[in-house]
C-alpha cells in the first residue's frame, strides 16, 4: 500500500479505478469459482449423504451468518485496512437485541425496533473504531481489535450475569420458518450480500474503497478527501456485525456474549479465499460469497464423508492454504507485499 | 514489555514479602520451612479468598455465592475475585494477595488451565497461605509435596460422561443411534467425559454411536455440527450426547429447527437453561458438581486448618487430591437443584472430606 515505486503505483491506479468485475472474466477471477465446484464436486463423489437437496439446504443457511459477517469485513479488507472487531461487536448486539425483544429478562417487547437498535449499536461501534483510525491515526489493527474489547466489555455488561433468552416469536422464526426450503435467516444473508454488491459497484462508498485499497496517496492528491470514506466503510461494516449478532442470537434463541466468536478469521479467511487480496483494491463481495460458500462447503463436507474429528482441523486448514495458493496464482507478483 | 516488566516487579515483591516474612513471623512459615503451623490465627483474623474466572458464568458465581454462604456461617467475609479467564491476571491477583498478609490468609482457587497452578502453588507454600485448589492441575504436581498447599478437588469426568451416557440410552429405550458432541478435543475434560460415553457404550451393546464431532464447547457450533449430523443420519439419530450444557443446548436449537422432538439429549454442567430444559421435557439429563458446595468446601478446609481445628499432617493423603461427587440430575430431581443452597453440615471441619469418591489416581 505504501507506494512500492512510482511507476507500480501509477500502474495498479488504472486497475484499482475500474473493479475487476466491470471487465468480463479474468483467470484470477475464475479461481475461486472454480475451486468451489471442484471441491463441492469431490465431496459430491465421496459421500451421498453430502448431495443431498436437504445437505445443500443446510450448508446454504450455516453459511448465513458468516456471509453477513464477510460482506462486513470486505469492504474493510478492500481498502487494505483489517477488521477485527467482529466478536465484539456482534456480541454487543447479541445481547442488545435479546434484552429489547421478548425476552425472559425484563418487559420490552419492541420487535423490529430492537433489532435495528442492534444494528445501529453496531454501526456506532465500527464508527468508533474508523475513527480511531483516522483521527488518532492508530492501525486498523490495533483499533478494531480495541473496538471487539469494548463491544465484549459493553455486552458483560448488559449480560449481567444471567442469560437473556428470546421469546419473540419473530426473530425465533428467523432461524425455523422457510421459504423456498431456506430459512428466512438466508434470505436475509443473500439481501445483504445483493445490498453489498450494489454498494461496490454503483456507489461512491464502494467505488472509493476500492480506490483507497488501490492507491490512497494518488487518490488524495487527486483532491479525494479519504478520512470521511474510510470511516463509513467501519460503520457499515459495524452494521453487517451488528446484524450478524442478531442473526445469532436468533438461531440460538439467546443472547450470548461470544455470539461472535471465532467470526473475526473466519470471515477474513472466507473473503481471502473467495479472492479478496489482504492488501486491498482487489475482489469484492461476490468473491467473498463464494469464499464464504467454499468455507461452509468444506466444514460440513468433513463431517459428511467422515473425517475424523481429531484430523478435521488439519486438514481443513490445509485445503484452504491450498485453495488460496491456487486463487491467488496469478496475482503472485502483487501478493508478495504481504509478508 | 510493560506486562513483562510489572509481572517481574510483582514476582521480586513478593519474594522480598516472603522474605520479610520469613525473617519476622514465626508462625508463617516460608521457603519449605515447616509451614502449615495450624492453631496459628484466631477465627477472627482468617482473610477468605474465591477467586474464579468470571461472575458472567452462572456456575462461577454460584461458586462465589456458596463461598460467600460459608463465610457468612463463620461471621467472616468472603473477598471475590475474577480474572475475566486469563491466566496472566489470575496470576497477578495471586501475586498481589500473597504480597499483602498471608499470615492467616485461605485462598480458594480455580486455576485458568493447568500450567496455571504450579506458580500458584508455589507462591502460597513461600508466603505460607492456605491454598485449595480446584478442577485443574499437571498431574506431575502432588500436593502433598506441599504444606500450605491443603487439598485439590476435581471430578471424573469419566464418571460424569459414563452417567449421562447411561442416562440416554435409557431415555432412547436401550437401543438406536446416537450421535456425539465432544468438547475441544485437547483438553482433559473432554478426553474423559468421551471416555465415559465410551464405557457406557460398552455396556449398552444396542446403542450405536453413528459419529462423534467437536463442537469445542460452543452453543453455536454445536447448533451447526447438530444440523449436519442430523441431514447426514436423518431418523437414525435418536439421541445426542454432549460434552457439556452449552452444546447440549445447541443441539436443542437444531433440533428444533429441524423440526424433531423425538431425540434425547444430555450434557453435563447443569446450567440454568439446561436445568429449566429438562424441567421442560425437552432436554433428558445433565450433571452438576455444585457449584456453590465448591465455593464453600475450599473456604472451609483452609479455614479449619488456619484455625486449628484440622491439622494439615491429619488430612489423609487420598484427601489431599481427591473426585468429588457429582450429581446425574434428570426430571424427577431437578427442582432440588434449580436454586441450589449450601448445607453448613458440609462445611464441618470433621466433615470436609465427606463428598470424597477417592484419591485422583
Known sequence: ?339 | MKFTSRHTAALIGVTLAAATLTGCTEEAGGGGGPAAETGACDPADVKLVGQVRNESNPYEAAWLDGGDAFAEQVGLTQERLTYDGDSTRQQEQVSQLLAGDTECLVMNVLPNGDSDTPPIVEGAQEAGAYLVTQWNKPADLNVTDYDTWLSHITYDGVESGKQIGDALAEAIGGSGGIVALQGILDTGAAKDRFAGLEESLAANTDVELLDDQTANFSRAEALEVTKTLLSKHGEDVKGIWAANDDMALGALEALQQAGRDDVAVVGIDAVPDALTAIQDGTMTATVSSDGPWQGGIGLAIGYCVATGELAVEDIADEDRAWYAEQFLIEQDNVADFVSPETDESDFACDNLFSRSQGAMS
Open chain 1, 1 to 339: 500500500m505504501t507506494s512500492p515505486a512510482e511507476a507500480d503505483a501509477g500502474s495498479e491506479v488504472v486497475n484499482a479505478g475500474r473493479p475487476q468485475p466491470r471487465r468480463g472474466i479474468s483467470l484470477s477471477d475464475a479461481g475461486p469459482p472454480i475451486a468451489l465446484v471442484v471441491i463441492f464436486g469431490v465431496f459430491a463423489v465421496l459421500s451421498p449423504d453430502f448431495r443431498t437437496l436437504s445437505n445443500v439446504q443446510n450448508v446454504l443457511d450455516a453459511a448465513a451468518v458468516l456471509a453477513v459477517v464477510t460482506c462486513g469485513i470486505s469492504f474493510v479488507l478492500m481498502m487494505g485496512s483489517i477488521d477485527l472487531s467482529a466478536p465484539g461487536i456482534m456480541g454487543a448486539s447479541a445481547i442488545a437485541v435479546a434484552l429489547l425483544v421478548a425476552n425472559n429478562r425484563n418487559d420490552n417487547d419492541f420487535g423490529l425496533f430492537g433489532v435495528a437498535v442492534a444494528v445501529l449499536l453496531g454501526a456506532a461501534l465500527g464508527c468508533l473504531s474508523g475513527l480511531a483510525l483516522v483521527v488518532l491515526k492508530v492501525p486498523s489493527f490495533m483499533t478494531t481489535l480495541g473496538i471487539s474489547a469494548v463491544g465484549l466489555g459493553v455486552a458483560t455488561l448488559m449480560f449481567a450475569g444471567v442469560q437473556p433468552n428470546v421469546t419473540d416469536p419473530m426473530l425465533e422464526g428467523w432461524a425455523v420458518e422457510r421459504f423456498l426450503g431456506l430459512a428466512h435467516l438466508t434470505w436475509i444473508a443473500v439481501a445483504c450480500v445483493l445490498v453489498g454488491v450494489l454498494v461496490q459497484r454503483y456507489s461512491r462508498l464502494g467505488r472509493y474503497a476500492f480506490a483507497i485499497g488501490g492507491a490512497e496517496e494518488v487518490l488524495g492528491l487527486s483532491g479525494v478527501r479519504v478520512a470521511p470514506y474510510k470511516v463509513a466503510v467501519f460503520t457499515m461494516a459495524g452494521a453487517f456485525y451488528g446484524l450478524a449478532g442478531v442473526l445469532v442470537t436468533s438461531q440460538l434463541s439467546a443472547g450470548l456474549v461470544q455470539a461472535g466468536k471465532g467470526y473475526d478469521f473466519s470471515a477474513i479467511t472466507a473473503a481471502v479465499v473467495g479472492g479478496t487480496l489482504l492488501t486491498g483494491g482487489r475482489g469484492g463481495i461476490l468473491h467473498s460469497a463464494v469464499g464464504v460458500l467454499l468455507v461452509t462447503v468444506l466444514t460440513n463436507g468433513l463431517v459428511q464423508v467422515g473425517v475424523s474429528p481429531y484430523w478435521q482441523g488439519g486438514v481443513q486448514g490445509l485445503i484452504v492454504v491450498a485453495a488460496v495458493a491456487a486463487a491467488v496464482l496469478p496475482q503472485r507478483r502483487r501478493n508478495q507485499v504481504t509478508k
